[in-house]
């Protein structure tokens, strides 16, 4: 998730007066966290993050080349960011050694920046110019649909179930605006994410948006899944290098590269590194972005009923798209 978007969100300094205008005729609310949301293009948007999208709507100038990490925030996003940058550093470059590696000096949020931020200025994406351009996004593919319709960069999509990504929010929440994660917090939270309102919502939108294009036009858009990259890490960063264009060579497997990145985008590891412990972007510790990584963690917090009800979403929502959970 953007450093920047959550604890002040109203930053009217970076809002122009043209979407100020904008917003007063969108429907919105206040969030569980007490923060304004707008839905536009239907999705839910605090309003520094409408107009970023607004802004890369008009500006963004895709290159056939660019690489976007897609993801619902708290999906494993940082993950695929550091196991992608480990990829394309290795395929770009043989003298990256060991103590050089850019994942050593900057959280992965920091080398990867958000496309509907203002990292993603024109000016700034000018220290992007290396090729392929590594860039992120929150948005659903449909926010994306116009600005990217003739270009054929690629599009990462990692998706993890619902239930765990709440519960991560939850907590990351609650550590960013430095309150207990408390029950009626998770409630409030919930709610809105079943009824669809929460932030960068309803889930299933962006799901399907992805899951679809990624079944029309695999060779573009390639869905991962977060329980997969856990269950079978090997297979499945083998997939990523094969997308992205940069296989392993026998060499290379023969060689221990692939175990070797693993490693060095664990958990464990990245979470161990002196600039993600003390680090900061913007306002948030890099500390934030690391907790268990576990998988069926929600087990430990949500009621049967919440399961039930967001079983029942998914099994609602998702029918007949072949997309399962
Ligand atoms: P973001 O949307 O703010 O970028 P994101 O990285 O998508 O967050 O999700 C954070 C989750 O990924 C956390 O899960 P948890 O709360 O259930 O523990 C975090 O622990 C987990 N995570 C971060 N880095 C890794 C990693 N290298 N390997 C596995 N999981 C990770």
Same mark, same amino acid.
């Given at each position: 998730?953007?450093?920047?978007?959550l604890?002040?969100?109203i930053?009217?300094?970076k809002?122009?007066e043209?979407?100020k205008?904008l917003?007063?005729?969108?429907?919105?609310h206040?969030?569980?966290q007490g923060?304004?949301?707008?839905?536009?293009q239907?999705?839910?948007?605090?309003?520094?993050?409408?107009?970023?999208?607004l802004?890369f709507?008009r500006?963004?100038?895709?290159?056939?080349?660019?690489i976007?990490?897609?993801?619902?925030?708290?999906?494993?996003?940082?993950?695929?960011?550091?196991?992608?940058?480990?990829?394309?550093?290795?395929?770009?470059?043989?003298?990256?050694?060991?103590?050089d590696?850019?994942?050593?000096?900057?959280?992965?949020?920091?080398?990867?920046?958000?496309l509907?931020t203002?990292?993603c200025?024109?000016?700034?994406?000018?220290?992007?110019?290396?090729?392929?351009?590594?860039?992120?996004t929150?948005?659903?593919?449909q926010?994306?649909?116009e600005?990217?319709?003739?270009?054929?960069?690629?599009i990462?999509y990692?998706?993890?179930?619902?239930?765990?990504?709440?519960?991560?929010l939850?907590?990351?929440?609650?550590?960013?605006?430095?309150i207990e994660?408390?029950?009626?917090?998770?409630e409030?939270?919930?709610?809105?994410?079943?009824?669809?309102?929460?932030?960068?919502g309803?889930?299933?939108? /962006?799901?399907?948006?992805?899951?679809?294009?990624? !079944?029309? #036009?695999? *060779?573009?858009? +390639?869905?991962?899944?977060y %329980?997969?990259?856990?269950?079978?890490?090997?297979?499945?960063?083998?997939?990523?290098?094969?997308?992205?264009?940069?296989?392993?060579t026998?060499?290379e497997?023969?060689?221990?590269?692939v175990d070797?990145?693993l490693?060095?985008?664990?958990?464990?590891?990245?979470s161990?590194?002196?600039?993600?412990?003390?680090g900061?972007?913007k306002n948030m510790? /890099?500390?934030?972005?690391f907790?268990?990584?576990e !998988?069926? #963690?929600? *087990?430990?917090? +949500?009621?049967?009923e919440? %399961?039930n009800?967001?079983?029942m979403?998914?099994q609602?929502?998702?029918?007949g798209?072949?997309l399962?959970?």
């Open positions: 998730m953007d450093p920047k978007e604890p002040a969100n930053r009217d300094d809002i122009s043209e979407t205008k917003i007063s005729s969108l429907p919105s206040t969030d569980s923060q304004k949301i707008c839905q536009y239907g999705c839910w948007y605090y309003y520094n993050t409408l107009q970023g999208v802004n709507q500006d963004f100038q895709p290159k056939d080349t660019d976007i990490l897609a993801s619902y925030p708290k999906s494993g996003t940082t993950w695929l960011k550091a196991l992608t940058v480990a990829l394309l550093e290795r395929s770009m470059s043989d003298s990256s050694s060991d103590d590696h850019p994942l050593l000096y900057d959280n992965p949020h920091g080398i990867v920046p958000f509907e203002d990292q200025s024109s000016s700034n994406l000018a220290k992007f110019s290396a090729s392929p351009r590594l860039l992120s929150h948005m659903p593919l926010a994306m649909h600005t990217l319709k003739n270009s054929s960069c690629k990462v990692i998706c993890r179930n619902v239930k765990d990504m709440l519960i991560s939850w907590f990351f929440g609650s550590a960013v605006h430095k994660p408390t029950r009626s917090l998770l409030s939270m919930f709610k809105s994410l079943c009824n669809g309102t929460n932030y960068y309803p889930f299933w939108e /962006h799901l399907l948006g992805y899951w679809r294009r990624s !079944v029309e #036009d695999p *060779k573009h858009v +390639l869905f991962m899944r %329980e997969e990259m856990k269950a079978e890490p090997h297979a499945q960063i083998k997939r990523l290098a094969n997308f992205l264009g940069c296989p392993f026998k060499q497997e023969d060689g221990g590269v070797k990145i490693d060095l985008c664990s958990l464990r590891n990245l161990s590194l002196e600039v993600n412990k003390t900061k972007i510790d /890099h500390k934030f972005y907790r268990k990584g !998988v069926g #963690d929600s *087990k430990n917090y +949500l009621t049967p919440m %399961e009800k967001i079983d979403i998914i609602e929502k998702l029918q798209s072949g399962k959970f």
